[in-house]
């Protein structure tokens, strides 16, 4: 089983939609949680932690979920500029490292 | 400017030979990773540091050789490149490993 699994999507939505990722993970030890955004040939970039409590940034909701060990992330009000990969990421069994899941391409379009 | 470089940016290298990339990070931070990126893989971790003289192996650590002799410094070597190590590679920097890191803007490597 693959530590962290995301749904490659695409996905396709018009500006101002509300959109919604989901990843599971396999290592029930992990501790640490983000989300990170990457453009087409650029580099991965931090978009955001997550949280057990839940946490936003402007139009960015993140939800971590242990039991199920799944974790989402909310974009409300799709702007074109949110057009990218997202990347789940979790740290490894001995928390030195991070593991990335994937990614889910999101494709807004006006 | 504070931040983390990779060098080169693009590489072009014939099967068989030895080659070095270059990351440099000016945060001080403790921790730095080398990942590949590939079309239906992802990012995956070949080596990781978390300080000076201290390395340990990844997911894909095969045919690289990682120092750090610096804390600012991890270059990734190549030891006898092969086609399959035709990638992007980057370099990233946290200040502990749990926490998010930053990475470079990566090193497009094409290995003839």
């Known amino acids: 089983r693959k530590e962290v699994e995301q749904d490659p999507g695409p996905f396709n939505v018009p500006e101002g939609a509300t959109v919604a990722f989901n990843c599971t993970y396999s290592?029930?030890?992990?501790?640490?949680f983000f989300w990170y955004r990457q453009d087409c040939r650029k580099e991965p970039k931090l978009l955001m932690s997550?949280?057990?409590s839940g946490n936003e940034d402007g139009r960015f909701t993140a939800q971590l979920n242990r039991a199920s060990q799944y974790i989402s992330l909310l974009i409300r009000d799709s702007k074109l500029s949110d057009s990218a990969t997202y990347l789940c990421?979790?740290?490894?069994?001995?928390?030195?490292?991070?593991?990335f899941g994937k990614g889910t391409t999101l494709s807004v379009s006006s | 400017d504070a931040g983390i470089t990779q060098s080169p940016r693009y590489k072009i290298t014939e099967t068989g030979r030895q080659v070095t990339l270059m990351c440099h990070q000016t945060?001080?931070?403790?921790?730095m990773f080398w990942y590949r990126q590939d079309l239906g893989h992802g990012l995956r971790l070949i080596y990781y540091?978390?300080?000076?003289?201290?390395?340990d192996k990844g997911e894909v650590p095969d045919g690289y050789v990682v120092s750090r002799s610096k804390t600012e410094n991890f270059p990734l070597t190549l030891e006898s490149a092969t086609r399959s190590q035709t990638s992007v590679y980057f370099c990233?920097?946290?200040?502990?490993?749990?926490?998010?890191?930053?990475f470079g803007q990566g090193t497009r490597l094409t290995v003839v």
């Open positions: 990233a920097s946290s200040e502990m490993g749990r926490t998010g890191g930053f």
């Open positions: 290592n029930s030890a992990s501790q640490s």
């Open positions: 997550v949280y057990s």
């Open positions: 990421v979790v740290n490894d069994q001995a928390g030195t490292a991070l593991i």
């Open positions: 945060w001080s931070h403790s921790y």
């Open positions: 540091s978390a300080a000076a003289d201290i390395t």
